[in-house]
């Protein structure tokens, strides 16, 4: 457990711990002088909420924030950094300021050695050498450049203080929970711990096996107003990272000014490892952007040089930036937001909010292309704002619109949107950020707990614990009523004019054809296929939202709950009496917290029992819900062995079985039919497919296992090969694939088909009625057709419907999976689906 924290406490697994506070505190400090004059400061306490001010000779500036830094370290008692325009000898703090302790910090005022590394229209970018910038390279070592052997005994320390606490901080725990889910992911290719000379790194240079992702930052400081040299804020950044938190040198592998000049960041070379995410730096680099894009925007030259230096990036570590990446058990675009990984509001509105147009000019070449930014945000109600600390003790809160607030679309259909939300207090997970109001009863909005959407009623839960001044994205999906026309809805503080507009969405509805069962394939060969997804629609504790129980045995499943049900089964031949479950903390066993960590499933009659540590936790019906994260089945010896959503434990047929609950399109992610070794218009072709095969049956009215309590199961030879996150992580053009076509089904008179597909055949699929399958409904759709692309085959499944061999030979001839679909499925249309 040490060795663990020691990793965890140090932001990448690798980092040393703040150093000790060097100033003394200051009681009820209001005004202090400094001589020499300083640049910037921060502060250090127990709780920092204050404001600071500096005299530049005639006046006073304005009040900037300090608040608690801790994003890269849960245990941090440092503020943020703050810069002051020019050298300043005094300044005055209010708010809470007894027990500050004021860390100053001086830089160089000399040029920058070399000016050519500013960007020309070229796509390789150049880069300004540490030495050029003027970093203070005795900041890297211990004790100035001390021998080897001297003691980190206040690292030591810290983690033997933390590792013998009775509790820790969630975000650690978190971080705890990720490592044991995915303990390669955290893991070294080596360390390097002195220089050359023998002199010991305060922090050690870590490398990572190979880099995954590109984060982008933005540094929070403001440069709009500020007219000193970007040199002189990169040495001012350095020295807050290297000496006032301890870490022994800057957490950013590149920094871009506002100018687009881009400057070295943390020393080692290619691959080492950075501090710039919690729980998230091995694997990653991060490019931070000078400025604050919260309440600014970045310049064009800053944004051209991202996308060139994203480019030079992505060709150096072999990131395929066409290609989504499986990274701690999610699913990312290859370039991210620090705010995709972690709650924050990093790296800001006008830069989190244009990443996508960002990644489409660098993988289209257009390096040199314009950012169109975003509208400026709708600023929170007065009613919650504050105009200084002196006033109130709470930081400004309350929902940000990040966009219009018109929103457009047809009558039945569906819009999503983002809000940001400030906290002015401590906030739990789960718990009201503001209400929700509608002009009409038929508004509906979904809002994302993790990778689950949650249907919230009359107020919005929020998505995480929240510290006092942090923001936080909201992701959400509004249901728009079934006639044309304009309402109202208002979330919190910021109201939204909605529009329906157009041809009323049509929502299939599928009847009971009374057509005898079929499977979509016969062989459960590598070409038989099933798909993946991102979203779930499960149920949540909070009487204030939507919740779906549990059904009873013999009753429809989970079809008009928006989710699926999937039985799973081990390979072993004799059924299972135990199983045993790893899940997060944050995890939830039967609406309760319970610790996360191993839990002990029994079959006790007709109940499945949970135990923990020995102690019965729960009994009946166990529903295990990861909130967010995924469950393991820790006693199977197989790799597909993690899921997403609810793991449920029931008795049936008396026999003790696992249940997976979760959305269709998650099921679809983890669906093991179709790798990434076949063509991606086929993926996506058999991806609607097989989402259509699955919806078809979660309709109450075509039941898979009629009086069963799932939809479906993980065999082929029944249902479908589901595979779980092991497939999803290992398959990310698969899961891009799903994503793209999430929610498509295809349809004839708006009802939802029943599509059969199978491997190869010999240069023809075949008809129902040749298959000896009766009464098969609208078999006019399925009728033989000619499958040029498979001549020289063999006939390997029923011949039904779409062939694999068929749709991988018109995928390389460059049709889209629209047209592939259209052919093996003649009269069919492509619908939204929605149950």
């Given at each position: 457990m040490?060795?663990i924290l020691?990793?965890l406490?140090?932001?990448s697994?690798?980092?040393?711990m703040?150093?000790?506070a060097?100033a003394?505190?200051i009681?009820?400090?209001r005004?202090?002088a ?15 909420d204050?404001?600071?001010s500096?005299?530049d ?7 900037e924030?300090l608040q608690m830094?801790d994003e890269?370290d ?9 810069m ?18 004021l ?6 005022h000399?040029p920058a050695?070399?000016r050519?590394a500013s ?8 880069i300004l050498?540490r030495?050029?910038w ?12 001390a021998?080897?052997?001297n003691?980190d ?6 983690v ?9 901080p ?8 990720t490592?044991?889910q995915?303990p390669?992911?955290?893991r070294?290719?080596?360390?390097v ?20 992702l590109?984060?982008v930052?933005?540094t929070?400081m403001?440069?709009?107003s500020?007219?000193?040299?970007a ?8 020295q807050?990272h290297a000496k ?5 040198d800057?957490g950013?592998?590149y920094?871009i ?6 400057y070295?960041?943390?020393t080692g ?12 730096n ?14 600014e925007?970045p310049?064009?030259?800053q944004?051209?040089s ?5 480019n ?5 570590y072999?990131?395929d930036?066409n290609?989504?990446v ?5 699913i990312?675009?290859?370039?991210v937001?620090h ?11 006008y ?9 489409r000019?660098?993988?289209s070449g257009?390096l ?5 930014f ?16 002196s006033?109130?003790?709470s ?5 940000i ?14 819009v999503?949107?983002?809000?940001q939300?400030?906290a002015g ?5 789960r718990?009201?950020?503001g209400t929700i109001?509608?002009?009409h009863p ?16 009359a107020?919005?839960?929020s998505?995480e614990?929240l510290?006092p001044g942090q923001?936080?994205?909201l992701?959400?999906k509004?249901?728009?009523p079934r ?7 208002t979330?919190?503080?910021?109201t ?5 507009e157009g041809?009323?969405?049509?929502v ?7 057509a ?6 016969q062989?459960?060969?590598?070409d038989?296929?099933s ?6 629609s499960s ?10 129980s549990a ?5 429809p ?5 928006g989710n ?7 390979s ?5 009496t135990?199983f045993?479950l ?7 066993v039967n609406?309760?917290?319970a ?5 002990t499933?029994?079959?006790?009659g007709?109940?499945?029992?949970a ?6 936790i ?6 295990t819900d ?5 469950v393991?089945?820790?006693s ?9 959503g ?6 049936t ?7 997976n609950e979760?959305?269709l399109?998650d099921?679809m ?8 070794t076949?063509?991606y ?8 497919a097989a989402?259509t095969?699955a919806?078809?049956?979660t ?9 069963k309590?799932?939809?479906?199961s993980d065999?082929?030879a029944?249902?479908?090969v589901?595979?779980?996150v ?6 990310p ?12 089904v ?7 088909i029943?599509?059969?597909y199978?491997?190869?055949d ?6 129902p ?6 009464n ?9 057709k000619p499958?040029?692309w498979?001549?020289?085959?063999t006939?390997r ?7 694999g061999?068929?749709a991988?030979?018109q995928a390389y ?16 249309a492509?619908?939204q689906?929605?149950?």
């Open positions: 040490r060795r020691l990793s406490l140090a932001l697994l690798s980092m040393p703040p150093a000790p060097a003394p505190a009681p009820d400090m005004e202090t400094f001589d020499p004059p300083i640049d910037a400061l921060s502060a250090g306490g127990n709780v920092i204050a404001e600071v500096s005299w000779g005639e006046r006073w500036t304005a009040w924030t830094e890269q849960p245990l941090s008692t440092e503020s943020n950094l703050v002051f325009p020019t050298p300043v000898s005094k300044v005055r703090l209010r708010g809470k300021t007894p027990d500050l302790a860390h100053p910090i001086r830089v160089s000399e050695g070399i050519t960007l020309v229209s070229m796509d390789y970018p150049s050498s030495h050029d003027g970093a203070d390279e005795s900041l890297l070592y211990a004790n100035g450049s021998p080897v052997g003691g005994s206040d690292r030591q320390s810290a033997s203080s933390a590792s013998s606490a009775s509790s820790l969630a975000r650690i725990q978190n971080c705890l929970d490592q044991r995915y390669t992911e955290f070294t290719a080596r360390a711990t002195t220089d050359g000379q023998g002199n010991r790194y305060l922090w050690p240079q870590e490398y990572s096996p190979s880099v995954r590109l984060v930052h933005h929070a403001t440069v709009s500020d007219s000193r040299p040199e002189e804020r990169m040495r001012a950044i350095y807050y006032t938190l301890g870490w022994g800057i950013y592998h920094v000014d506002e100018n687009g000049l881009i070295q960041g943390r070379g290619e691959a080492v490892v950075g501090g710039h995410v919690y729980c998230n091995i694997g990653t680099v991060g490019i931070a952007l000078m400025g604050n894009f919260e309440t925007q310049s064009q030259t944004m051209q991202l996308q060139r230096l994203i030079t990036l992505g060709d150096q072999g990131i930036l290609r989504s499986a990274y701690h058990g999610k990312f675009p290859p370039v937001g705010r995709d990984l972690l709650a924050t509001a990093c790296p800001g509105y830069v989190a909010n244009t990443m996508d147009q960002v990644l000019n660098v993988r257009n040199s292309a314009s950012i169109v975003p509208p400026p945000p709708a600023p929170p109600s007065s009613s919650s704002s504050r105009a200084s600390v006033r109130s003790s930081p400004q809160e309350g929902f619109a990040t966009g219009d607030t018109t929103l457009v679309g047809r009558p039945g259909g569906e999503s949107l983002a809000l939300y400030r207090r401590a906030i739990n997970r718990r009201s950020l109001k509608r002009s038929q508004l509906g909005v979904w809002v994302a707990m993790g990778t689950r959407f949650v249907r919230a009623l107020n919005v839960p998505p614990s510290r923001t936080t994205t992701r959400l509004i249901q728009l006639d044309r026309g304009t309402y109202q809805l979330i919190g503080n910021v939204f004019t909605v529009v329906t041809k009323r969405l049509q299939p509805v599928t009847r009971n054809s009374g005898q069962d079929y499977l979509p394939s062989t459960p060969d590598s038989s296929y798909p993946p997804a991102s979203f779930s149920s949540s504790s909070l009487s204030n939202y939507s919740t779906s059904p009873q045995a013999g009753t499943a989970a079809g008009m709950s699926i049900r999937i039985r799973l089964s081990d072993g031949s004799v059924p299972a135990t045993t790893s899940y997060p903390v944050t995890g939830e609406g309760s917290t610790g996360g960590g191993l839990i499933l029994l079959k006790d007709d109940k499945c029992v135990q923990a540590g020995g102690t019965t729960a009994s009946g019906i166990v529903r990861p909130e967010g994260g995924t393991a089945v820790t199977w010896q197989k790799a597909n062995n993690r899921f997403r609810i793991i449920e434990c029931r008795v047929d008396g026999t003790l079985t696992l249940i979760l959305s399109e099921y992610a983890g669906l093991a039919e179709e790798p990434d076949e063509p218009e086929k993926q996506r072709a058999f991806a609607v989402r095969y919806a078809f049956y309709d109450p009215a075509n039941r898979k296992f009629p009086g309590p799932f939809d479906g065999s082929p029944e249902f479908q589901y595979g779980g092991a497939f999803e992580e290992q398959n053009r698969w899961a891009q694939a799903v994503r793209e076509t999430a929610g498509q295809l349809t004839v008179g708006g009802q939802v029943k599509p059969p199978f491997s190869s010999d240069g023809r699929t075949r008809s009625a040749e298959a000896g399958w009766k098969f409904p609208f078999a006019d759709v399925f009728a033989s499958d040029p498979c001549n020289g085959m006939l499944g029923h011949g039904v419907g779409m062939s061999c068929g991988k030979g001839e460059g049709r889209q999976y629209r047209e592939i679909l259209q052919y093996y499925y003649p009269g069919t492509l619908t689906w929605r149950n």
